[in-house]
């Protein structure tokens, strides 16, 4: 048996933060400026959703975890410097991703609409 507790927000920040800030080392520094409002973000939704979107016997599906985190700022990462180059395309590529770690799951439009 493995046991653990889980991290703090803080924590969590302070990892995403390291592996962000590297990625975007080579970006403008408009981008840069974004980068922790991007990872509060996407920690506030996880929390957010942990909390009140429990599994259910029709949703059993609705467990969330650090590996979500690790996946939005993974597909994040993959930005390339030549598409991805303002605040604004950082954030619609933020968006997408956010919706397709987290709104994929998610089976009703109430749900959807919660996450929107």
Same mark, same amino acid.
């Given at each position: 048996?493995?046991? !653990?507790?889980? *991290? ?8 995403? #933060?390291?592996?962000?800030?590297? !990625?975007? =080392? ?7 400026? @974004?980068?922790?409002?991007?990872? +509060?973000?996407?920690? #506030?939704?996880?929390? #957010? @959703?942990?909390?009140? *979107? *429990?599994?259910?016997? =029709? ?6 975890? /650090?590996? +979500? ?13 030549? !598409? ?8 619609? *590529? ?7 770690? !987290?709104? +994929?799951? /998610?089976?009703?439009?109430? +749900? ?5």
């Amino acid at each position: 048996m493995l046991a !653990f507790t889980e *991290l703090d927000s803080q924590t969590i920040s302070n990892i995403f #933060t390291q592996i962000i800030s590297h !990625f975007f =080392k080579r970006f403008s520094d408009e981008v840069k400026d @974004i980068q922790k409002v991007l990872i +509060d973000s996407v920690i #506030t939704i996880y929390e #957010t @959703i942990k909390t009140n *979107l *429990l599994p259910t016997p =029709k949703k059993s599906h609705y467990t969330f975890n /650090l590996r +979500d985190i690790s996946k939005v700022f993974q597909g994040i990462c993959n930005a390339s410097l030549k !598409f991805c180059n303002s605040k604004s395309t950082i954030t619609k *590529l933020w968006y997408h991703e956010i919706f397709r770690v !987290f709104g +994929d799951r /998610l089976i009703n439009d109430e +749900d959807k609409s919660y996450l929107n």
